[in-house]
């Protein structure tokens, strides 16, 4: 019988954890891109634009990651068509990426006082200039904190493409497992590499929030 040692359990992990990290920027990029489109759409003062972001955040919001990998992997299937795995997973992370973090920048948009809106307005600013030299620069210092927080829920979300069979870290405590039969020390060692891609941003979106708080109040 093979014995692992606990740096061969560990080096593994660490493989798998590269397209775990690989996946959660390319699903938060993808998102942050999308949700920003959202964005736009949300404050648009077209009625048709604010439905199909409503109707679009309220789905992928409403309905669980799970059920969204599921689909994206095993649906196109019936129609014959082949996804692979990661592609899958990326496509539905970065959707369901987008509904939060749209929403997150409609609110920190809308925190903006209406006083400002009209200022620049009577500056003669247009709309798109109002949102590129006032609005945005006050709501991007806002929703750094939530951004930053929600990036953590990406990181965890991405665990949830195992069940599609992308390997990522997850998966890989799952296939470790299965070969050395340690359970205990393999998802102990999954949770702690989870801990220490999650901890820092944890701490930095409170680090950031309460910056934000102090500099409010001196304002």
Same mark, same amino acid.
């Not at 740096?7 to 938060?28: K, Y």
């Not at 599921?70 to 990661?86: E, Q, R, S, Y």
């Given at each position: 019988?093979?014995?692992?040692?606990?740096?061969d *359990?560990?080096?593994?992990?660490? @493989? +798998?954890?590269?397209?775990?990290?690989? &996946?959660?920027?390319?699903? %938060?990029? !993808?998102?942050?891109?999308?949700?920003?489109?959202?964005?736009?759409l949300?404050?648009?003062?077209?009625?048709?634009a604010?439905?199909?972001?409503?109707?679009?955040?309220?789905?992928?919001?409403?309905?669980?990651?799970?059920?969204?990998?599921?689909?994206?992997?095993?649906?196109?299937?019936?129609?014959? *068509?082949?996804?692979?795995?990661? @592609? +899958?997973?990326g496509?539905a992370?970065? &959707?369901?990426?987008a509904? %939060?973090? !749209?929403?997150?920048?409609?609110?920190?948009v809308?925190?903006?006082?209406?006083?400002?809106?009209?200022?620049?307005?009577?500056?003669?600013?247009?709309r798109?200039?109002?949102?590129?030299?006032?609005?945005?620069?006050?709501?991007?210092?806002?929703?750094?904190?939530?951004?930053?927080?929600?990036?953590?829920?990406?990181?965890?979300g991405?665990?949830?493409t195992?069940?599609?069979?992308?390997?990522?870290?997850?998966k890989a405590?799952?296939?470790?497992?299965?070969?050395?039969?340690?359970?205990?020390?393999?998802?102990?060692?999954?949770?702690?590499?989870?801990?220490?891609?999650?901890?820092?941003?944890?701490?930095?979106?409170?680090?950031?929030?309460?910056?934000?708080?102090?500099a409010?109040?001196?304002?």
């Amino acid at each position: 019988m093979i014995e692992f040692t606990i740096w061969d *359990i560990l080096r593994n992990l660490l @493989l +798998a954890t590269r397209w775990t990290i690989a &996946l959660s920027l390319v699903s %938060f990029i !993808g998102g942050g891109l999308v949700g920003l489109a959202l964005l736009f759409l949300r404050i648009s003062r077209r009625k048709w634009a604010r439905a199909v972001a409503k109707y679009y955040i309220e789905l992928f919001q409403g309905t669980p990651l799970l059920m969204q990998l599921f689909i994206a992997f095993f649906g196109l299937g019936l129609f014959g *068509i082949d996804v692979p795995a990661w @592609l +899958a997973a990326g496509v539905a992370l970065i &959707l369901w990426s987008a509904a %939060f973090l !749209g929403e997150i920048w409609r609110g920190c948009v809308e925190a903006i006082a209406k006083g400002q809106w009209e200022a620049s307005a009577s500056l003669g600013m247009g709309r798109l200039q109002q949102m590129r030299y006032v609005i945005l620069p006050q709501a991007m210092r806002i929703a750094v904190p939530p951004t930053v927080g929600f990036s953590v829920q990406v990181i965890k979300g991405t665990a949830l493409t195992s069940i599609i069979g992308f390997v990522e870290l997850s998966k890989a405590g799952t296939v470790v497992t299965n070969a050395t039969f340690q359970p205990f020390t393999v998802y102990g060692l999954v949770a702690l590499i989870y801990f220490a891609l999650c901890w820092p941003l944890s701490k930095s979106s409170q680090i950031l929030e309460r910056k934000l708080n102090v500099a409010h109040r001196n304002h």
